[in-house]
């Protein structure tokens, strides 16, 4: 499989935008709009005027002539909401343009360590349980780390792991508790705790609330700011393991560091939101289209893609029907066809975006 390509000039999409400046302006932009539009629709909307009186209200810059449930709306149910599928959404981004550029494979994901499996199975187990809010949180989160650390043992199981070690580590560990979760829904109460498994695993912002933003929050943020620190050795690491080493590299323990950053953030999001898989995948190609292949613009365009990506996404999920749709169906109905096209482009010998 081809490794992605490091860019030294700028690409050719730059002089569509004039400046990388002016890009993350265009994306802030459209991710300010995003958010305004998932908390003024829904099956009870909201005007955007309502929305910019409730917002400004504390700072005295409007009059309360709006009721009483479109201040809750705004402030209890969708403010959250929309703040916390951004935050997942952007870390999830992110985490999957680090992971691509670090194991050279442009099909990598945040579920390629087996973190969200894991993860999945730590949250399976609190709602077999009962448990919920923080309990449920922190199982989710303890559990994913657990898999990142059975990931490092099997693939340093030799004193050395290279890519191919730790990406089949990662499949293997990532089945395993896949098969854990199946067997906790097994023993589930049909009536009960197996339908919130099920709904929980497939994704979704219903149950967002301040104290699960403030939860997940340091997190993903501290996930995302060690990626963003990492972005220049990310480059390096690009180019092959023997290229990064004869550059001064230590290639495994800043490919170890990413991955940990990278779990620290899956983990935070897969706790609250449960498993929203492709966006890791996707995000990170559509900003190669913008920015090329160099990873000091690819990382933070894809943090502001996958925020307005999953904002979107959630918006559409408790809009278009009377009921709510899980989130990964929507982004598994618009992701498998777009891995399609890049599956197809390999396979003809090009180079996917």
């Known amino acids: 499989m081809e490794s992605l390509r490091l860019e030294t000039q700028p690409p050719a999409s730059w002089s569509l935008f004039g400046s990388r400046r002016l890009i993350y302006a265009v994306l802030g932009l459209v991710l300010t709009g995003s958010l305004l539009l998932g908390v ?37 149910l969708r403010g959250p909401r929309v703040l916390l599928a951004a935050l997942c959404g952007a870390g999830l981004a992110m985490c999957g343009a680090a992971l691509q550029g670090v194991f050279r494979n442009p099909l990598a994901s945040p579920e390629l360590l087996g973190v969200s499996s894991g993860a999945g199975f730590g949250g399976a187990i609190a709602i077999l349980l009962g448990a919920s809010g923080f309990v449920l949180i ?37 089945a395993f508790f896949t098969a854990l979760v199946s067997a906790v829904q097994l023993f589930s109460d049909p009536q009960n705790s197996l339908p919130a498994i099920v709904f929980w695993l497939m994704g979704s912002f219903a149950t967002s609330s301040w104290d699960r933003l403030l939860i997940a929050a340091p997190a993903i943020v501290a996930g995302t700011l060690v990626l963003w620190a990492m972005r220049f050795r990310i480059n390096v690491l690009s180019l092959g393991e023997e290229e990064a080493g004869s550059l001064g590299i230590p290639v495994e323990r800043d490919r170890w560091l990413v991955c940990a950053a990278a779990s620290l953030t899956v983990g935070a999001a897969v706790a609250v939101a449960g498993i929203v898989g492709w966006v890791g995948i996707i995000v990170p190609h ?5 920015v090329g292949h160099d990873n000091r613009d690819v990382l933070p365009t894809s943090c502001l893609l996958g925020a307005i ?18 989130l990964g169906i929507l982004t598994a109905i618009i992701g498998a066809p777009i891995i399609a096209v890049l599956l197809g482009r390999m396979v003809r010998g090009g180079e996917p975006a």
């Open 40 to 76: 003024c629709l829904g099956q009870y909307s909201v005007t955007p005027t309502t929305v910019w009186g409730i917002v400004t209200s504390p700072l005295g810059l409007s009059t309360s002539d709006w009721t009483i449930m479109d201040e809750r709306i705004v402030t209890l």
């Open 138 to 174: 922190g199982a989710a989160f303890i559990s994913g780390m657990l898999a990142l650390l059975i990931v490092g043992a099997i693939a340093r199981a030799g004193g050395r792991s290279d890519i191919t070690t730790t990406i089949l580590a990662g499949v293997i560990v990532g």
């Open 286 to 290: 559509a900003a190669r289209l913008l």
């Open 309 to 326: 990506y999953l904002s979107l996404i959630d918006t559409c999920a408790r809009s278009l029907t009377a009921a709510e749709l899980p």
